[in-house]
C-alpha cells in the first residue's frame, strides 16, 4: 500500500517534470520586431532588430532573414553547425550579424549603404528542429533629392513659362508652385520618371500671366520624411533671379 502510494506520487513528479519540459520550450515563445517600420535614407545604415520573447538564448538557432521575391536569404546564420555566416549576392560586404545580445535572444542585421533596392518587407526567421517562429521589418528607403533647378522661357506673348526639374528623390515626391504669398498656383504640366537606380526625375511648368507677380516658388515634398526643399524664382521688371 506504501509502496503503490509513493509510486504514484513519484509518477506525477515525472509527470509535472516532463510537461514543464514541454511548457519552457513552446511557452508562448515568439519574436518580435521592436520596430516594424524603419526608415533608412540612401547611403546610410540600417538596422534591422529580432527579439525572442521571453528573452533567451538564440545562440544554437538558425536565424535567417529573407525577402519575398529573393530566392536567397539576405543573411543566413547557421548557429552552432557553422561560425560564418551566408549573405545574399548583393549584400556581401554590406551586412553585419549583430549578436552581443544573442544570449537574451536578441539579434539584429546591419545593412550599411542602403540603395532603393533595400526597400521593402524583411522577415527574420528563428529556426531549431521543433519550432520556427516569425516577425517583420517594413523597410522604406527615402533619398532627398539635392539640386532643384527653374529654367525660365518667354514665349512671346503676355507672359513666361517657368520649368521646375530635380532629381533624385525616393519615393515619388510631390510638387508644387507657390507664390509670394505662398498660396499653391495650380502647374499647367507635371510629369516624372526613374533612372536605373530607381530615383525621380520631375519635371513641372507653369504658364505665368501676372507680370506683376514678384515671386515664384518651386516646391518639392519628401511625402516619406516630410522633409521638403524649396527653389525661389524672384521676378523684377527685366531681371530674373533664380535664388535657392
Ligand atoms: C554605396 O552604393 C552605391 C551603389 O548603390 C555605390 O555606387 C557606392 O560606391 C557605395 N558606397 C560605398 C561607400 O560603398
Ligand atoms: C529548420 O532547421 C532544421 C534543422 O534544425 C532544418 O532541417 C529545416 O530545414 C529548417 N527549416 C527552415 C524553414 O529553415
Ligand atoms: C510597408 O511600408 C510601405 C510604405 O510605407 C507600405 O506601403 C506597406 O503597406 C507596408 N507593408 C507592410 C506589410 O507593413
Ligand atoms: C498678380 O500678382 C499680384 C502680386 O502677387 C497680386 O497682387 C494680384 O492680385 C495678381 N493679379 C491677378 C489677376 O491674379
Known amino acids: 500500500m506504501m509502496k503503490l502510494t509513493y509510486s504514484y506520487i513519484s509518477g506525477y513528479h ?5 510537461l514543464q519540459v514541454i511548457a519552457s520550450t513552446s511557452e508562448n515563445l515568439m519574436v518580435t520586431a ?10 546610410v545604415q540600417a538596422e534591422l532588430s529580432c527579439q525572442v520573447t521571453p528573452p533567451r538564448s538564440v545562440e544554437y538557432m538558425e536565424v535567417r532573414w529573407f525577402r519575398s521575391g529573393h530566392s536567397k536569404p539576405v543573411y543566413l546564420y547557421k548557429g552552432s553547425h557553422g561560425a560564418n555566416g551566408e549573405a545574399a549576392p548583393e549584400y556581401v560586404n554590406r551586412i553585419e550579424f ?28 528563428f529556426n531549431d528542429s521543433a519550432f520556427s517562429y516569425v516577425a517583420s521589418t517594413n523597410l522604406s528607403v527615402a ?19 517657368v520649368e521646375c526639374f530635380t532629381a533624385g528623390w525616393f519615393p515619388r515626391p510631390q510638387m508644387e508652385w507657390r507664390d509670394s504669398k505662398g498660396e499653391v498656383v495650380p502647374y499647367d504640366s ?20 501676372n507680370q506683376s507677380q514678384e515671386s515664384i516658388t518651386c516646391c518639392v515634398l519628401n511625402p516619406l520624411t516630410g522633409e521638403e526643399k524649396q527653389t525661389n524664382l524672384i521676378l523684377a521688371s527685366n531681371e530674373i533671379y533664380n535664388k535657392e
Request: proline share 2%; charged share 20%.
Open 14 to 18: 515525472i509527470c509535472l517534470i516532463f
Open 98 to 125: 549583430v549578436k552581443e545580445a544573442i544570449g537574451k535572444g536578441k539579434v539584429a542585421l546591419r545593412i550599411h549603404n542602403i540603395s532603393i533596392s533595400d526597400d521593402g518587407l524583411y522577415q527574420c526567421l
Open 143 to 161: 533619398a532627398f533629392g539635392l539640386k532643384t533647378q527653374i529654367h525660365v522661357q518667354s514665349p512671346g506673348f503676355g507672359g513666361i513659362i
Open 34 to 43: 521592436p520596430i516594424e517600420h524603419l526608415v533608412a535614407r540612401v547611403g
Open 190 to 209: 507635371i510629369s516624372h520618371s526613374q533612372d536605373g537606380e530607381r530615383f525621380f526625375h520631375m519635371k513641372t511648368t507653369l504658364l505665368l500671366r
